[in-house]
């Protein structure tokens, strides 16, 4: 099982590549590594499942977000964390102005041609139409964002994630005019995206919605001590994990840099704490984390000073 692992010690490529952390999970059939941007405590486990809490980080509080790139040439969608960045593939949803309005009604009495080709080889679009000037302008772009925000809405239809838009400033209150999408942003990214790599706009966009998530997190808190005594809380891991189990957790702040070990019998609805870890043991905060990230909890990885109460685990309870 070590192998793979003890072939890297002599890689001196792959140590030359390092970030602020390194992860590595191994089982049976199975290696993986990943470097990453967040410092760890030196921490080995051996178990029945891998243990994942030190990268949880990744998932709460610096979780998800969008990035729309709004220009008349150009729609992109990138999904974000305050980490990394990923261009969302655009199926089925119209990427551009030229592309939207020359199936448009012509009704609209709006004719779409092709023009004289710009710089690269690329041939313009001009659109002409009955009326005229910034209004109808204005039009055909709304008209655009329309077609645009209909595609998103059946792409993004199960999402929670905030989305910043990013574009000139005449666009984004356009924008916001035909957007249907609930957790859009009010701040954006001014300035014309065409040219910017998916990188620079999240280091802006993370700026916007740092505050988003920080908020989001005190709200957590807040509501925790609101509900404190009257028995939809707890900071007790024997109530905890069985509860986490079962899917009943609504919010979960875990302390990183903590283990609790000891052993949980699902069928009898038991956890069994261990001052020191023995052959069997799991850490029980990471099982914790694991069930109520899975179930649909929202799940707060801390500091444990950080951490309401400043014990390791606290959680409220759906019901």
């Not at 001009?126 to 709304?142: P, T």
Request: hydrophobic share 40%; glycine share 8%; proline share 5%.
């Amino acid at each position: 099982m070590l192998r793979p692992a003890e072939a890297l010690i002599d890689d001196a490529a792959f140590w030359r590549h390092q970030a602020d952390g390194l992860a590595t999970f191994i089982s049976a059939d199975s290696f993986h590594q990943f470097r990453l941007p967040l410092e760890f405590d030196e921490l080995v486990v051996v178990a029945d499942r891998f243990h994942i809490k030190p990268l949880l980080p990744f998932f709460s509080h610096d979780g998800r977000f969008y990035i729309l790139a709004l220009s008349q040439n150009l729609v992109r969608l990138f999904e974000c964390t305050r980490y990394g960045v990923k261009e969302t593939e655009l199926e089925n949803v119209l990427r551009s102005m030229s592309e939207a309005l020359k199936y448009d009604d012509p009704e609209k009495q709006l004719q779409f041609q092709t023009g004289t080709p710009k710089a690269g080889g690329e041939r313009a679009a001009m659109f002409h139409g009955h009326g005229g000037g910034k209004d109808k302008a204005k039009d055909n772009i709304l008209r655009f964002f329309h077609l645009l925000d209909k595609g998103l809405r059946a792409l993004l239809t199960a999402e929670t994630a905030p989305l910043v838009l990013a574009g000139v400033d005449y666009l984004l209150p356009v924008y916001r005019e035909a957007n249907s999408y609930p957790h859009l942003l009010e701040r954006g990214i001014a300035g014309n995206p065409e040219a910017l790599r998916g990188e620079d706009l999240r280091g802006q966009a993370w700026e916007i919605v740092e505050p988003h998530f920080l908020k989001a997190q005190e709200q957590a808190v807040s509501l925790y001590r609101q509900l404190a005594g009257t028995g939809r809380t707890s900071t007790s891991v024997e109530e905890i994990v069985p509860k986490a189990f079962e899917g009943r957790i609504e919010i979960l702040f875990v302390a990183v840099g903590v283990q609790q070990w000891g052993v949980f019998d699902p069928d009898k609805r038991v956890a069994h704490l261990h001052p020191e870890p023995v052959q069997a043991d799991e850490d029980l905060l990471d099982l914790a984390a694991v069930h109520t990230y899975l179930k649909g909890g929202t799940v707060y990885a801390l500091k444990l000073e950080e951490v309401p109460e400043q014990t390791p685990l606290v959680a409220v309870f759906r019901y």
